[in-house]
């Protein structure tokens, strides 16, 4: 079965800093990857996906993933963060049997200090 | 295009009262997916409907829940005897049919409906 594991709950880094976000899944077939943003009381919006192709792949809001297969990783990166950037991060993999549902990490709080 | 719609956003409630939460997703969506999501947890399956089909449900969802998708359009979860281990926020997805070229299988969700059981 696919999983996903979230490597801090809580990451603080300071306005205009290296923004990095570790995911790493477990996934018995070549895995379709997902990174979602949660702002408060809101439900998810898609930040950027991993099918098949490039491992580099860009999203919206300046935000990119490499995908990795030797390391099983698929970690979200932003050059520079910004104030806005504040929320919560969710990595998926997608099942692709029965309901072919995502599967979530347990997500991680990106604070930005001004 | 009209994103995934739920309501009520907000639902307050007594221990051992009734709740329903109603989904519209994207209209050409023949999928529809229910999460819920607890305090600083990432959202768990609970169950889902092609089109008016209940196809799998998660053990998490008790016999206290049930969901339904009568004409393949809008879904409704309701919840019976609400217990304060139901307080979460529950999330309705939709998308197109099964993973096939060109669609990559990420999902659509609502706003989220917030359950407090007090």
């Known amino acids: 079965a696919q999983s996903v594991t979230q490597l801090g709950s809580h990451v603080s880094v300071s306005e205009g800093a290296l923004v990095l976000l570790r995911c790493n899944y477990s996934s018995s077939v070549p895995p379709y990857l997902f990174w979602y943003v949660q702002y408060p009381n809101q439900g998810l919006q898609l930040l950027l996906k991993?099918?098949?192709?490039?491992?580099l792949v860009k999203g919206i809001n300046g935000f990119e993933a490499e995908f990795k297969k030797s390391e099983t990783s698929f970690h979200l990166t932003k050059p520079s963060a910004h104030m806005s950037d504040a929320a919560e991060y969710f990595c998926a993999v997608s099942d692709f049997q029965g309901a072919q549902k995502l599967v979530f990490g347990q997500g991680t709080r990106l604070t930005i200090n001004p | 295009d009209t994103g995934v719609s739920q309501n009520p956003r907000h639902k307050i409630t007594k221990r051992g009262q009734n709740v329903t939460f109603r989904c519209d997703p994207i209209s050409e969506h023949n999928r529809l997916y229910w999460y819920r999501q607890t305090l600083g947890q990432g959202p768990e399956f609970l169950t889902y409907f092609q089109n008016e089909a209940q196809l799998e449900k998660s053990r998490l969802l008790s016999d206290r829940f049930s969901a339904e998708r009568p004409k393949g359009s809008f879904s409704t979860l309701e919840i019976q005897r609400t217990e304060q281990g139901d307080s979460a926020m529950y999330l309705c997805a939709s998308r197109p049919g099964r993973i096939i070229l060109g669609h990559t299988g990420e999902l659509f969700f609502g706003e989220g409906s917030r359950l407090t059981v007090l």
């Open positions: 991993y099918t098949t192709g490039a491992t």
